[in-house]
């Protein structure tokens, strides 16, 4: 299932490489979240979810933190366990940032 949310990014990281015989390449987006409203809970935390390749930390470093974008998301599973991951991150035009109440 893929679903469009919009999100602030605080930062990112590419991995490429192999360790143990397995290959890995990946950029991993670390992004602002609400946490629960409840007496133990306050404010927002970083959490982070990976987007394709290594290579699209390029697409980011164009661009300032924190970011506003638009990110399409999917849901994905292998049958026991579900993750969400990034499918494409496009960044929201300053301008329009600014004309929102």
């Given amino acids: ?10 930062g990112a990281r590419a ?6 015989g397995n290959t890995y390449d990946y950029t991993e987006v670390f992004f602002q979240a609400d946490t629960p409203e409840g007496a133990n809970y306050w ?16 697409k980011l470093n164009k661009h300032e933190s924190p970011l506003l974008a638009d990110v399409v998301m999917q849901q994905v ?15 929201v035009p300053k301008t329009s940032q600014q004309a929102k109440p």
Avoid at 15 to 20: D, L, N, T
């Fill in 43 to 58: 404010g927002q935390v970083g959490e982070s979810m990976r987007w394709g390749l290594s290579s699209n930390i390029e």
């Fill in 77 to 91: 599973s292998n049958g026991k366990a579900m993750t969400t991951i990034i499918l494409d991150v496009v960044p």
């Fill in 15 to 20: 991995s490429k490489g192999e360790f143990q």
């Fill in 1 to 10: 299932m893929q679903f469009k949310t919009q999100l602030v990014i605080l």
